[in-house]
């Protein structure tokens, strides 16, 4: 039964991976700065143990939408992080690329929070969204296969998910994660095309 209900969680997020351009890099690389920058500021106080960087922000983005504002999934999920109507207050327009970011960060704050901030942990909880009925990502979620792997890495529970068939409903969120982290090393690199002097 708990396989079944870890099973529901995972199934019918994520979606295909949007197709990984130069222009569509370099658009979520600079195009959405200034609104992850304030996200962060929002979101992450300064004595905040679970502050992210841009880059972990654009990686999220680009696994989600490709930079995409329109992106929208079967699920109800719209826009740059693919936020649901309800992360947001009914006068707020949730595919406003502001908007948008702040809700999702919210959302990556509280997923950091309840697995100490590790990161690949992190974009797997954002990615496996809510669970069903009283059933919340945090306490099944992604610390189902854990608990089930005796693991409390991601590249350990990665393992164990791939090795135990009745858990391959869970192998799309090992390639989100995988796709999550890829990102992140690409958006760490200095922009080539970056003006002299600008960071």
Known sequence: MLLLVLLSIFSGF???PPKTTAASLKAVRVTYLADETQALKLDCPAKAT???TVPFVQAIMMQESGGNTAAHSS???LGLMQVTRGKVSASQDPIAPLTNIEAGVTYLNACARWFG???ELTAAC????PGTGTT????????GPEK?????QW???????KGHSPLHGYLQTVRYVSGVMGFFAEFQKPDPLASPGRP
């Open 14 to 16: 994520g979606g295909p």
């Open 126 to 129: 954002y990615n496996a969204g």
């Open 117 to 119: 901030g590790d990161l």
């Open 155 to 161: 590249p350990a529970v990665a393992a164990y998910i």
């Open 136 to 143: 919340h990502v945090r306490d099944l979620g992604v610390r």
């Open 148 to 152: 089930l792997a005796g693991a409390t």
């Open 75 to 77: 699920a109800g999920a």
């Open 50 to 52: 679970t502050c992210f």
